[in-house]
């Protein structure tokens, strides 16, 4: 198994078309696919994938430790408050302990330091794990997609149970490859996510902000060690100068992927561009799509040669 993140620092580079489309081509060369939408605060591989109703997964709802104080039994020691390593319970002495809900990261220590027993433990929705083998015409991939409930801000919690998931769907299935859709930017959600990576496929945009942007994640792949592979989205838009990108950052760009207005019209129909207008002759995006995929079949066979 070999799990290969997709991320791309910057919002809207193109990182879940390239997920979605590099899982659907290792899964036509008769690859076992699980596809992981692990932007849980804006989960959309199911919509590239043609399936916009979440309600026909299969799901399996998540909750989260949220601690209450019982007045009538707290006796204002403040213990819950000494443990609370990310300070979301704030007491001013004498007084009944509030909980800053933001902050706390559901990890119980209060409750079980409590010498009162004054913590009620109690669990709030925090999300859903949604999951369903999706068929493109004759080709099968399984996708999970993590959701997080509006209002909440644990996103690692809900990435956690997903790879808890994973390691029990793994045990019957024997997947091939795993390709996570990352959240945008460079944050602890991405972190976690490069981190159970083999190795990252950045994807960006020859722009100012792409630029930018790209450099935080390959410095974040760089801080957890895992090596780097940029990918070019909309190669043709500029020509604004990447001077020693690849130098400088130890990293390569793979693939370039021109501007393509038949990838904007497989958007709107809602079929992956992979399977879009099979029967005319294969555009330069699709090659570009299709030269990605070999790169991850050949790093494979490298990996084992």
Same mark, same amino acid.
């Given at each position: 198994m070999q799990i290969i993140s997709v991320s791309?620092?910057?919002?809207? +580079?193109?990182?879940t078309f390239v997920a979605v489309n590099l899982a659907l081509y290792l899964a036509t060369k008769k690859k076992n696919v699980l596809l992981? %939408?692990? %932007?849980? /605060?804006n989960p959309n591989t199911n919509i590239l994938l043609g399936k916009t109703d979440l309600s026909e997964f299969e799901s399996a709802e998540i909750s989260h430790f949220v601690p209450k104080f019982d007045e009538n039994k707290c006796t204002k020691c403040g213990k819950c408050a000494q443990v609370c390593r990310p300070h979301a319970i704030f007491q001013i002495i004498n007084?009944?302990?509030?909980?800053?809900?933001?902050?706390?990261?559901s990890c119980e220590l209060c409750y079980r330091v409590c010498p009162d027993d004054a913590i009620i433990p109690s669990y709030e929705p925090l999300g859903k794990i949604y999951l369903k083998t999706i068929r493109v015409q004759d080709t099968s991939l399984d996708l999970m997609v993590g /959701?997080?409930?509006?209002?909440?801000?644990?996103?690692?919690?809900?990435? #956690? $149970?997903? @790879? *808890?998931?994973? /390691?029990?769907?793994?045990? +019957?299935?024997? @997947? %091939? @490859?795993? =390709? +996570? &859709?990352?959240?945008?930017?460079?944050?602890? &959600?991405? #972190?976690?996510?490069? *981190?159970?990576s083999k190795y990252v496929l950045c994807v960006t945009e020859p722009t100012p902000f792409g630029i930018h942007d790209l450099k935080r994640?390959? #410095?974040?792949?760089? =801080?957890?060690? $895992?090596n780097t592979f940029v990918i070019m989205n909309r190669a043709t838009i500029t020509d604004y100068p990447l001077n020693n990108l690849e130098k400088d950052h130890n990293t390569h760009i793979i693939a370039s992927i021109p501007y393509d207005l038949q990838i904007m019209e497989s958007y709107a129909q809602g079929i992956p561009f992979l399977f879009y207008k099979l029967a005319e002759e294969k555009s330069s995006s699709k090659i570009a799509i299709e030269s990605i995929g070999q790169f991850?079949?050949? *790093? /494979?066979?490298?990996?084992y040669d």
């Open positions: 791309g620092g910057k919002g809207g +580079t193109g990182k992981m %939408d692990c %932007d849980v /605060e007084q009944i302990p509030l909980l800053m809900q933001n902050l706390c990261t /959701e997080l409930s509006v209002g909440q801000v644990q996103a690692v919690k809900i990435l #956690e $149970r997903m @790879y *808890k998931k994973l /390691e029990k769907l793994n045990a +019957t299935h024997k @997947y %091939d @490859y795993i =390709i +996570t &859709d990352s959240a945008p930017g460079a944050h602890c &959600d991405v #972190e976690f996510v490069i *981190k159970q994640i390959l #410095e974040l792949s760089n =801080i957890v060690q $895992r991850v079949v050949q *790093k /494979e066979k490298s990996t």
